[in-house]
T-cell receptor
Framework: GAVVSQHPSWVICKSGTSVKIECRSLDFQATTMFWYRQFPKQSLMLMATSNEGSKATYEQGVEKDKFLINHASLTLSTLTVTSAHPEDSSFYIC????????????FGPGTRLLVL | RKEVEQDPGPFNVPEGATVAFNCTYSNSASQSFFWYRQDCRKEPKLLMSVYSSGNEDGRFTAQLNRASQYISLLIRDSKLSDSATYLCVVTSSGTYKYIFGTGTRLKVLA
């Protein structure tokens, strides 16, 4: 099966700092990657869709200047939470989709962010 | 109304029991349907895709009813290891976006 990795798996930071999360597809090329956020006891909420070589598409209510997404290659997308605040503490999960054919998304293991 | 709705549970069932979950969706143009499993503090993992003809994978059977806009998941002979949250996922026509339900929590008891 397809493998997606995320790094770091968890991070604790002070309020006001920026945090960068990497998402990699290890054994396939991902033209599209997705970033989700999950708060406790809630479902995954799509934050943005990231296409290789183009600007990310953000969902309504997600600040693009706060959550910077870069998808510079077919195997790597990064999410940077800028000037993180305690309310940004959450479980961030990326997923990747193989090429244009097929719709199954493969999820990374997630990154737990705690902002103090 | 939420786009994808599930009963959050929890469903507490004894080992060996048969349990069924339903999920309703509001967008009739929805194109693809999946069941994912999520363990506590882990990422979702694909359990199975759901087709109109129904599909079965071992103890798991998934069904899609387009007319009534719901999908179901049946688990037979429940195991302790089946304890998890089961997420219903729907995609819309023309997009690859996943819309997740809130999940149904299952706890299989010894």
């Amino acid at each position: 099966g397809a493998v997606v990795s995320q790094h770091p798996s968890w991070v604790i930071c002070k309020s006001g700092t920026s945090v960068k999360i990497e998402c990699r597809s290890l054994d396939f090329q991902a033209t599209t990657m997705f970033w989700y956020r999950q708060f406790p006891k809630q479902s995954l909420m799509l934050m943005a869709t990231s296409n290789e070589g183009s600007k990310a598409t953000y969902e309504q209510g997600v600040e693009k200047d706060k959550f910077l997404i870069n998808h510079a290659s077919l195997t790597l997308s990064t999410l940077t939470v800028t000037s993180a605040h305690p309310e940004d503490s959450s479980f961030y999960i990326c997923s990747a989709k193989r090429g244009p054919v097929g719709e199954t998304q493969y999820f990374g293991p997630g990154t737990r962010l705690l902002v103090l | 109304r939420k786009e994808v709705e599930q009963d959050p549970g929890p469903f507490n069932v004894p080992e060996g029991a048969t349990v069924a979950f339903n999920c309703t969706y509001s967008n009739s143009a929805s194109q693809s349907f999946f069941w994912y499993r999520q363990d506590c503090r882990k990422e979702p993992k694909l359990l199975m895709s759901v087709y109109s003809s129904g599909n079965e994978d071992g103890r798991f059977t998934a069904q899609l009813n387009r007319a009534s806009q719901y999908i179901s998941l049946l688990i037979r002979d429940s195991k302790l290891s089946d304890s998890a949250t089961y997420l219903c996922v729907v995609t819309s026509s023309g997009t690859y976006k996943y819309i997740f339900g809130t999940g149904t929590r299952l706890k299989v008891l010894a």
